[in-house]
């Protein structure tokens, strides 16, 4: 969940999300980008995967969709990018 969002992520998110990690880990950015697109499409304020799909996204070349997405994860939740939490 968001630090800032009231609206839970299901678990069955954070699962899926879990595995879209696990998949970029390995450099499979395509695969990884196609699991972040469906969470965000389910839990759109799920600011984590915002920023996940535009890590994938930059690795992929897409660099002006990446900082759409920064944007958005930062919207979303301002203190995800704070080095000291």
Sequence with gaps: ???NS????PLE???LNRQAMEISSHGNYP???K???????????FAKAQYEMGRCLERL???KEAVERYDKALRL???LFRVDR
Excluded at 6 to 9: A, G, Q, S
Excluded at 35 to 45: D, E, G, N, Y
């Design 6 to 9: 009231n609206k839970p992520v």
């Design 77 to 79: 939740d301002p203190l």
């Design 31 to 33: 695969g990884a980008l």
């Design 13 to 15: 998110i954070q699962a």
């Design 35 to 45: 699991l972040f697109s469906q969470i965000v499409f389910i839990a759109p304020h």
């Design 61 to 63: 070349g897409r660099c």
């Design 1 to 3: 969940m968001g630090r």
